[in-house]
């Protein structure tokens, strides 16, 4: 306890300011806001803390000293008699304390005559509305708070020298709710319009505060389930069979599958219809659309109920797409020679012996051949499947389709010649590079003749193929001879005609694309010295081929680990898969795709030609692994590793 002249103080020590006051606070019996003290000491460091305050308990009473006390929030002031000290007022940070006009931030002397004037800092009432979206903008929820405007006063005190001036509050002030106009109007400025929950937006115009409810919810797109197929034969009839060591039957691809009349064939089993989405914008979101099958009954089959297919007859069932056909089949039970002539049957025909020398075989659809075919000729319009050897023999699948499709690629051509064609001309004839008399039809001959010479040779082509694929009263092929063979040039009176003539090929194009069937395949063992053509696929479940011409529209498999392609040309629409190409030898054999796809082979030695489009290139030492390809700038790439 320490005395310094009327004043008595105390000394308080504890690990903050705070703790300091408590203590003072519970020994004393003395509120903390009435507590008068000085900061003597405050450290802080990380390793300690500590302050120490001096309390001023009270003061020797004198009588002729000034007072001062607040009641109802005024200040009343005494002044002091004789030689007494006057009364004292010291502000608080919350509190502004002007005397005279002028703000003071220190203890101040005042007297009854003294103007006093107090001010408590301003706050004023808001509110505060957030609204946040999910990523996927299906819902949308809402935040509010109201900040209140907080109105003070001063807090009354006994009658003493000294005053410490304390605001406290008097009352609170809140901001006006929001009504469900201003919080639909927010909403929409978030673009929230779709959704908007009844019950919540009540609550927000009822309760003081709101944290994260969900104010509007989209619905949620439902997509569409897939029609299911349920088909009820065996389709693993093309699986090669594996024997109880593992071996396998690489013959025993394209084996047939037969069904009784009245068989269920398939089962449609319907899927279900989704619905359209709408997010908490109001956007539509679209349902995926699920696979619709529609079921369709070719030869031999019936629809049961919209969803069964039924089996009309004895035979071979099989699909196209959702058409099922159950097939007629024709069956050689031994060779075809010249007792049993040249076979042609409109069904699927089966062969279990050989194909003899000159001999001809033609199905309507599938072709299925046994033994060994020699020196003959097989065509389908169906899959072909030549379980033995071919030597020396043309083999074709999708039978006019074969042709069609060399027609449209010859047609594609001659388009982009005429094209280039009619640009040069067109050049020609503004640089006057032929002479400014020449007419258009004499530019037309001269640059056929010298610069296009490939015109001459495809307008044959095509004039031969359209005949082939029987397209009669055929307008491009009059066009054709009438102005590109021979003399025909010299009739074209303006460039303007070969604009026509590109009308033509591509309504051309069109119509011949229209009668274009499904691909079909080719599933042969082994061939040599022969051509196979397809409209799909080729399948070399063998040996491979030796010195052969190979053409599939789509692809080129040989599945056999033990498959080689050595000698000939092997070229497909889309893609190219071997195990092994040439030989040690050298012997040259070309892989070529038409434009754009993929040449891959396991192993293939030097003087390997890989060719895509008009690119090629030539393997100069034997590699593994090798995928060859047009990178992203349109560039042949050949991907290997020595071998």
Known sequence: MLWGGNVITKIFTGNSIDECLEKASKELDIKIENIKYEILEEKKSIFRKKATISVILDEVSNEDDGTVRIVGGKILVKNPKNEGK??????????????NGEKVNTAVEVYDYTVIDIEFDQTVSKRVMNISITPDKMKAYINIKYIPEIV?????????????????????????????????????NNNVVYGIKKGALEKCCSEEKIEHILIAEGIQVIDD????????????????????????????????VSVKKGDTLAFLKRGKQGRDGVDVTGKVIKHKKGKVIHLKAGEGCEIKD?????????????????????????????????????????????????????????AGRDIEIYKNVADSYVVARGDVYLRANVINSDVAAGDEDVFRLKYIKNLKKFRELIDVLKDTCVQVKQHNLVGKKSKDGEIVKILIENKFKNITKLSNEILIQSLQCKQENNKLAYIVKQKLVGLGPLSIVSFDELDEMVKFIEKEIAVVSTKLTVPVNVYVYYCQDSNIDSSGSIYFTGKGEYVSNIIAHDGVYFESPQSIARGGVIKAGNEIRCKCVGSSGGVSTKLVIEKYGDIWADIAYQNTRFAIGLQEYILEKPARDIHAYLDKNGELTVDKFNL
Not at 231 to 256: F, H, M, P, Q, W
Not at 328 to 342: M, R
């Open 306 to 362: 919209d969803v069964m297919v039924i089996a009309l007859r004895d035979g071979k069932p099989s699909t196209k797409g959702t058409t099922f056909f159950v097939k007629q089949i024709h069956e050689v039970n031994g060779n075809v020679d010249l007792k049993t002539g040249n076979i042609k049957f409109n069904g699927d025909i089966i062969v279990y012996g050989a194909v003899m020398e000159g001999m001809k075989v033609e």
């Open 225 to 256: 389930i897939d029609d299911e197929l349920d088909i009820k034969y065996n389709t693993n009839a093309n699986k090669l069979v594996e024997d109880s060591t593992g071996k396998v039957d690489y013959k025993s691809i394209g084996r047939i």
């Open 86 to 99: 006057p009364a004292i007022i010291r502000p608080s940070k919350d509190i502004n304390l002007i005397i």
């Open 152 to 188: 003070y006063k001063l807090q009354d005190c006994d009658e003493s020298r000294e005053v410490n001036l304390i605001a406290e509050i008097k009352e609170k002030k809140l901001p006006p709710k929001y009504t469900k106009e201003e919080i639909i109007k927010e909403l929409r």
